[in-house]
């Protein structure tokens, strides 16, 4: 048998928590909502862990509160010192058949009897995706510890891996008509691994959990009257559900996509294997009315692709760039939603959208972002993403536009001083002799990640310090007076290393001529660059000529 016993998610601890004191817990479904007020935040064991079992609790919380329906059911709750547990533990208790993780007919996310040809069973590397495929030196995981794990893990890892599971041949599934040769042929990435996906922090897990809960009243999203999780919706089996093609019906239906058919093998006692094959496939092109945890870019190339005149796609994160770096896509009045069939480059998340609306302007609210990123064709785990950033509301509400655009000035304006930090570098390379175009590059890139990691704090703590009854002018050349500072200290680390063939210097091709570079010539121009980059008197543009 593939398991025995039943384990219910509604009363069994499974969810991994930081609460408000700082400790680690794990706690049930039912206990999520009961202590919310008191943990900090859910985590898990990779931070894409943490945000696939978020949305899992966001579709609880709308399927209990009905919604909420309108904008004054979600300021009840949200002016309530508790969440509702009477109306959540009612409808945990009505749906809590398809909660069991080892349920015989329905266990929760998987396909009961779900088999191969060959009856085959695989291991937990299928389903813990720290465990890089091939590679088992480089994971933490080794021996017992992939041979057998607890029941709590496994349904964690069962909910990430219907949302971030790698693409590539699965196991075929019998009963599966997609199946060729015994194989499943890929069919994407879990849904939420398209996602640049984004949450917004209330401080504490129910402030949290409304802030990314959008009423059914708001016009930033469609949601379809048959929007609903995958466990109110029938079982799934081996084939793609019949339903898929007219699909999603809105959030509820993305947060709980169910992009593989999976069987955990184990009971209560552990788990020691899986079956994972094909489930319901879903693109990411124009989810963007739906989907509300992820921030949305115009694309050309699938607008070409489609014959369509606009095409959005997440705005996926990039690894080893601060998400501050790409604020002007997070912001709502830069990337208003409103106007997203028009046209523009970037579309907000709906919930960044949403917390504007809902806080006053004089709070402050962390955007945590979460990710993950692949390898080739999407088939291996390459990197997870994971960064927070605190922002005023201010900057997300239509009522302190010029505070907005200051923040976003002041990134483009310190990229431009990053840049003059790599051209010096360059320039210091080539003067000490260097010919090889990857040295140079290499010279210039590693320059700009000091820079750029000299200014990551400082960045964020002036970001957060915004005012908006302070003139944003004003505060945006306070900060390009700190990183002026920040990025010249760089520079002179780079001059005062740069050796003595540097100092006197040499001719170097630039395009058909040459010009002489030296590390006095090199410093002239890089302490120019950063004087045009980082001005620190700014006058606010003339308004255009009626």
Do not use: C
Not at 184 to 195: D, N, R, V
Not at 441 to 463: C, F, I
């Amino acid at each position: 048998m593939a398991m025995s016993g039943r384990y219910s998610l509604i009363d069994e601890p499974w969810v991994l928590v930081l609460t408000q004191d700082g400790t680690t817990d794990e706690v049930s479904l039912l206990d999520l909502f009961r202590r919310a007020p008191q943990i900090r935040e859910i985590v898990g064991d990779i931070p894409t862990q943490g945000y696939a079992v978020l949305r899992v609790a966001l579709a609880v919380l709308a399927r209990s509160v009905g919604g909420p329906r309108t904008t004054g059911d979600w300021e009840h709750l949200w002016d309530g010192t508790a969440p509702p547990m009477e109306a959540i533990e009612a409808y945990l208790q009505e749906h809590a058949e398809r909660f069991d993780l080892f349920h015989p007919e329905t266990p929760f996310f998987q396909v009961a009897g779900l088999r191969t040809a060959r009856d085959e069973v695989f291991g937990l590397e299928r389903l813990i995706a720290d465990v890089p495929a091939g590679h088992p030196y480089f994971t933490t995981r080794a021996g017992r510890g992939v041979q057998r794990i607890s029941a709590a893990e496994a349904a964690r890892w069962l909910v990430h891996v219907q949302a971030f599971d790698v693409s590539g041949i699965k196991s075929g599934a019998v009963g599966d008509p997609r199946v060729t040769g015994g194989k499943g042929y890929p069919i994407g990435q879990g849904f939420a691994g398209h996602l640049g996906g984004l949450s917004v922090d209330g401080g504490d897990l129910w402030r949290t959990l409304l802030l990314n809960t959008v009423p059914l009243d708001h016009l930033g999203l469609q949601r379809d009257v048959r929007d609903r999780p995958a466990w109110e919706a029938e079982p799934s089996g081996p084939a793609e559900a019949d339903d898929a093609a007219a699909r999603p019906y809105g959030s509820l239906d993305l947060f709980t996509w169910q992009s593989r058919r999976v069987l955990l093998h184990g009971g209560p006692d552990g788990v020691t294997g899986v079956l994972v094959a094909n489930g319901d496939k879903l693109t990411p092109q124009n989810r963007h009315r739906q989907e509300p945890m992820s921030a949305w870019r115009r694309s050309e190339p699938q607008q070409k692709k489609l014959g369509l005149p606009v095409v959005y796609m997440p705005r996926e994160h990039v690894p080893g760039r601060a998400v501050w770096r790409g604020l002007a896509s997070l912001l709502p009045l830069v990337a208003p939603r409103g106007k997203a069939d028009g046209g523009q480059p970037f579309v907000t998340a709906a919930v960044v959208e949403w917390a504007a609306e809902a806080l006053e302007a004089t709070a402050r609210v962390t955007l945590r972002t979460a990710g993950m990123v692949y390898g080739t064709q999407n088939a291996s785990v390459e990197e997870v993403v994971d960064d927070r950033l605190v922002v005023p509301v201010a900057l997300l509400s239509e009522e302190h536009p010029a505070l907005a655009q200051a923040a976003v000035d002041a990134v483009d304006a310190s990229e431009g001083a990053v840049r003059a930090v790599g051209f010096l570098a360059r320039n210091l390379a080539s003067a000490a002799g260097a010919r090889e175009p990857k040295l140079l590059d290499g010279a210039r890139d590693e320059a700009q990640r000091q820079a750029y990691a000299v200014l990551d704090g400082p960045y964020r703590a002036w970001l957060a310090g915004l005012d908006p009854s302070v003139d944003p002018l004003a505060q945006r050349e306070e900060w390009h007076r700190q990183a002026a500072a920040l990025v010249r200290r760089v520079g002179a680390e780079l001059v005062e290393s740069a050796g003595p063939d540097a100092w006197v210097g040499r001719e170097v091709s630039i395009g058909s001529g040459t010009r002489h570079v030296s590390t006095p010539e090199a410093d002239k121009q890089f302490r120019r660059a950063v004087d045009q980059a980082l001005p620190t008197t700014l006058t606010t543009p003339e308004e255009p000529a009626a």
